[in-house]
């Protein structure tokens, strides 16, 4: 099969379009002829600096398909079937072997392409503003990185559940593109300091909770803008810098900072359900599939670069 490859972590030209050797089958998992590959913030910090599993390494958290093999052990899974699957690798590639408690199937009314985009993204998003975040209707939400994947999964959800949504991104064009998915204001990063915004946009209350996937200095300003028993969901590190907070800040207030990490949970019930159900919503037209851009799964490559450039707003994805 043909797949993006590299040898060597690296910028996005690290990644070749080469031939390897087709997967073999697990006994308790399947194979899928992918459709589509959903790139995620953390297919690129892992080829930037991730462990290489195997060489050459297939990088890639998330793609769709259709099952082409099943595994001895399987039962409630069949050849044909289209199914969005989730592993910690391998997603870049024409052919994907993934555990079978991995996948979920895709209802006939959702187009593949925006399946790919569901597990990950929402679900951390969900686990985020609920799980951890114990987000409730009528409180305000500051969504970092609003334009991100996460973020744009986070700001449809919060406001599904009768939050007021705040989210950050670099540009005005990047923030008004955010309005139609359940932004109610937005706070340009590069032009304004985003804890003085948020206390301007909230009469000095600050807000319930702030989802946090960029990290480094950014969640500082994430605990300074939180009000009394505020909450952060920390959950990324886009901005690649060291996490330097001081805890200090979250004493006087009684707020909380809670690592969120969708993976550590991915494989139980609740998760497994929980992702589940946000397919059927998408299904139903209930929450929405961003997708910025599409590029051959032979330009992944530039499809990384062009993430790296901050254009993307929602998903860039690669298609086999
Ligand atoms: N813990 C978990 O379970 C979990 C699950 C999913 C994702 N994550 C993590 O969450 C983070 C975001 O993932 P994602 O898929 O939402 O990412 P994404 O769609 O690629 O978006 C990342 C966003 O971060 C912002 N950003 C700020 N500083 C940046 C920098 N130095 N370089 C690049 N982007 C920067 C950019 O928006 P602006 O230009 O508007 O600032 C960009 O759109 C990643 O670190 C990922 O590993 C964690």
Redesign the pocket.
């Known amino acids: 099969m043909k797949a993006a490859v590299y040898y060597e972590n690296g910028s996005p030209d690290v990644l070749k379009y080469e031939d390897v050797p087709d997967p073999v089958c697990h006994p308790k998992g399947v194979i899928i002829r992918v459709l589509a590959v959903s ?4 297919d ?2 892992n080829r930037w600096r991730g462990p290489l599993v195997t060489k050459p390494h297939i990088v890639g958290y998330q793609a769709s398909g259709e099952i082409v093999e099943v595994g001895s052990e399987v039962t409630h899974l069949k050849v044909g079937q289209k199914v969005a699957t989730c592993d910690g690798f391998g997603s870049h590639a024409e052919l994907r072997p993934v555990p079978a408690r991995n996948c979920w199937p895709i209802p006939d009314s959702l187009d593949p392409r925006h399946a790919a985009v569901i597990p ?2 929402f679900g ?1 998003a969900h ?1 985020c503003l609920f799980e951890f975040g114990r987000l409730k209707a009528g409180e305000t939400v500051l969504v970092q ?7 744009l999964a986070a700001i449809q959800l919060a406001k599904r559940a009768g939050a007021t949504v705040l989210a ?4 005005d064009a ?1 923030l008004e593109k955010l309005k139609a998915y359940g932004l109610d204001h937005g706070i340009n ?1 590069t032009r304004d300091a985003v804890p003085e915004a948020v206390m301007k946009l909230t009469n000095n209350k600050g807000v319930n909770l702030v989802v946090d ?4 200095p ?1 969640l500082q300003g994430s605990i300074l803008s939180l009000g009394y028993r505020g909450r952060v969901s920390m ?7 060291p996490m330097v907070v001081d805890v200090g800040t979250l004493m006087g207030g009684n707020r909380s900072l809670s ?5 550590a949970e991915i494989m139980t019930d609740r998760a497994h359900d929980m992702i589940q159900g946000l397919i059927e919503d998408a299904a139903k037209g209930e929450i929405k599939v961003v997708i910025d851009r599409e590029f051959p799964l032979s330009e992944a490559a530039a499809a990384h670069a062009y ?2 450039s ?1 254009q ?4 860039v994805l690669l298609i086999p």
């Open positions: 790139i995620e913030g953390g690129t910090l990950v993204a951390t686990d990185a609003g334009a991100s994947g996460v973020g950050t991104a670099s540009s990047r990063y996937s960029v990290g480094g950014t959950v990324g590190q886009a901005g690649r810098e690592g969120v990490f969708l993976g993430i790296e901050r993307a707003v929602g998903r």
